[in-house]
């Protein structure tokens, strides 16, 4: 029992502690039995048979299931992340143009992807060019799409057939996540530069600088160090959300972990995804330490005008919200 | 390409998909409260086995796929285990659903809760134990009401991305709008009707999260602590 007064409470007295003993103790035992619940029903279950967990320690289950799945993972996050944040520049930047027609567009299209559930998305890049494409193909724009498929999304695997598209879940999965995290980190940029005091850009427009010289000479150099931390977190719920793949039958980590290895070995399905879970969750602790290790050093050495945009805090708010003053916790979407 | 009849054959199902949205995203909304309030005083208590509990079931719960949450409920509790909350399979799946999204999304109402009795001040604190409130007495009546009107905001971009999440419990056996939609869109007869249904699907969940927005943006600035 640690004796320091914390804000909520004070360094307890013998009565205080006598109660606290209590607590713990009955905290104890429930939490307990919650758990002797669980195993006395695995067991019941026969969760507990050897063969349902000795899977996780052969080599060729590791080789031939879960290191492909987690390298599929990895692949579909690696590659969104990027084409993500180049999506979130451009129109985070697109957003801050001093022309209409630019603002406006890149605004309707950052809150319209932000507004619907990514899965949506990812249902709408894998099902919708296969059900449309014939009837664009008979149209005057087919020799386009041809060109476009042929010459771009065939980098993704996506495929043209008589006309028909075939895109298969690997592009839809990263299509999705860049759009919909795209235009998450659209708004991070966009914050991140307004962030940056006035005074910078002043004294940049007074040195002569033009438009273009005082985004990427001043404010972008400085923006980035304040928002660093803020993509690093928004990469782990990138991270996570390529398990949505899984729905549409990527062959992901969780499509390994939840379909591949349940159907090898005696529908271990709760093992499984028990293992899945450790790997998962060892990954994003292992960013998200990244990303608070940046906040942290960010926050010491001031090098930027601007304030550290947090893992959580401060990060943009939520669609149809515009908070001008922002309250204690900032009306960041906290990463979720 | 533009085959609304197509859509509006089916009009009858996507609403029903809506209105099972709608119904786990209200249950969900509820008891994530009721979780994340709960970790985060058990993240602030005196005693240290709630404090490393809730520590230990943030980090793992936020760290993992909300697929992976709503599936091992589904399949790996209810299908495996077969703790069930009923004979009828859709109602179960349905409270497992709705217990999946609120504990993981009571993980993040914890955080953000969390920060925002950092917000309040060291006095309010110390004027509680003054004046000899114990520790459950002063988080209810003095801490937790100033914590809750500062983080108005945070919790409503949490509440919508939780309504967003509602579409995952599709994996779950869940027949929510996306899994409709999904059902829907593997018809190869169901061509032309595919744009007019997403276009469908992403107005009525812009009805669903906009007001919503809207109405937490208002609350915030309307509730905001004068300091």
């Known amino acids: 029992m640690s004796k320091e007064a914390t804000v909520l409470f004070d360094a307890p007295g013998p009565r205080a502690q006598a109660r606290n003993r209590v607590m713990t103790v009955v905290s104890a035992v429930v939490l307990l039995a919650i758990f002797a619940a669980l195993v006395w029903r695995f067991n019941d279950k026969g969760q507990f048979a050897g063969e349902l967990w000795s899977p996780f320690v052969k080599w060729t289950v590791w080789k031939e299931l879960i290191l492909p799945g987690l390298g599929n993972t990895l692949k579909a996050a690696a590659v969104a992340a990027v084409l993500a944040m180049l999506f979130g520049i451009v129109f985070g930047l697109g957003r801050l143009s001093d022309h209409r027609w630019i603002r406006i567009p890149a605004g309707a299209v950052v809150e319209f992807f932000r507004a619907i559930p ?179 050093r960010g926050r010491r050495n001031r090098k930027t005008g601007g304030t550290t945009l947090g893992t959580g805090v401060g990060t943009p708010p939520a669609p149809g919200m515009s908070v001008k003053d922002r309250t204690a916790g900032g009306t960041g979407s906290a990463s979720i | 390409m533009f085959d609304f009849s197509a859509f509006f054959d089916h009009f009858d199902e996507i609403l029903q998909g809506f209105w099972a949205t709608i119904r786990l995203a209200a249950a969900s909304a509820v008891l994530s409260l009721i979780i994340g309030t709960l970790l985060a005083s058990f993240r602030v208590s005196p005693v240290p086995v709630l404090r490393s509990f809730g520590t230990g079931y943030v980090n793992i719960v936020r760290n993992t796929p909300l697929t992976l949450v709503l599936l091992l409920c589904a399949q790996g509790l209810n299908d495996t285990l077969h703790l069930t909350f009923s004979s009828n399979s859709s109602t179960t799946y349905y409270w497992w659903a709705v217990l999946g999204l609120s504990g993981y999304t009571g993980a993040f109402v914890c955080e953000t809760l969390r920060s925002g009795i950092n917000t309040v001040p060291l006095g309010q604190a110390e004027a509680a ?99």
Do not use: C
């Open chain 2, 129 to 227: 134990r003054s004046i000899g409130l114990t520790f459950t007495q002063s988080l209810r009546m003095i801490i937790l009401p100033q914590a809750f009107r500062s983080v108005i905001a945070p919790m409503g971009s949490i509440l919508i991305a939780m309504i967003k999440n509602t579409t995952v419990a599709a994996a779950a056996s869940y027949a929510e709008v996306a899994l409709v939609s999904k059902t829907l869109l593997d018809a190869p007869t169901f061509t032309g009707g595919a744009i007019p249904l997403f276009i469908g699907v992403a107005v009525g969940f812009m009805i669903l999260i906009l007001p919503t927005g809207f109405f937490f943006g208002w609350l915030a600035k309307r509730m905001a602590v004068a300091r």
């Open chain 1, 118 to 296: 990514l899965l949506i998305l990812i249902f709408l890049m894998f099902f919708v060019p296969n059900k449309i494409s014939p009837s664009i193909a008979d149209s005057q724009f087919g020799t386009l799409q041809r060109v476009l498929v042929d010459d771009f999304f065939s980098l993704f695997g996506v495929e043209i057939n008589a006309g028909t598209i075939i895109v298969p879940a690997f592009a839809a999965v990263v299509f999705g996540l860049v759009l919909y995290n795209g235009s998450v980190l659209a708004e991070v940029v966009r914050a991140g530069v307004l962030s940056i005091p006035k005074g910078q850009a002043e004294a940049a427009y007074s040195i002569g600088l033009r438009k273009n010289g005082v985004m990427r000479l001043v404010l972008l150099p400085q923006a980035i160090r304040v928002m660093m931390p803020a993509i690093v977190s928004q990469l782990v719920v990138l991270l996570k959300d390529t398990a949505l793949g899984f729905i549409i039958a990527y062959g992901e980590l969780l499509n390994a972990g939840f379909n591949l290895i349940p159907a090898n070995y005696h529908n271990n399905k709760i093992q499984a995804g028990i293992v899945i879970a450790i790997i998962y969750i060892a990954i994003n602790m292992a960013v998200s330490r990244f990303a608070t290790w940046l906040e942290g």
